[in-house]
């Protein structure tokens, strides 16, 4: 995410809670942000829609055509992504 406010404040709730926050490249593609998110078995992601030339919502899309069936984010059962529960967007 770009430097805002709200990527700090996550980063504040996520040691408040005791979660476990992890940072993820953001000029991954589709290959490299699948192989991160089930190899630390991310549950939760954090992301804007777009930064600079990334659009992460495509991203997910090509990774499990499912994302974009999805209506609700916060409940989401992805067979390529089975980890990946809620998508918070940064707007």
Not at 33 to 52: A, R, S, V
Request: net charge positive; charged share 20%.
């Amino acid at each position: 995410a770009p430097n805002c406010n709200e990527w700090l404040f996550s980063q504040f709730a996520s040691s408040k809670i005791g979660a476990v926050f992890v940072n993820i490249n953001p000029s991954y593609q589709a290959k490299d942000l699948e192989f991160t998110l089930n190899k630390t078995e991310i549950n939760t992601l954090i992301m804007p829609k777009k930064l600079k030339k990334s659009n992460y919502i495509e991203i997910l899309n090509q990774i499990d055509e499912g994302f974009s069936q999805k209506q609700n984010k916060y409940n989401l059962n992805l067979k390529k992504l089975p980890h990946l529960k809620r998508v918070i967007l940064l707007n």
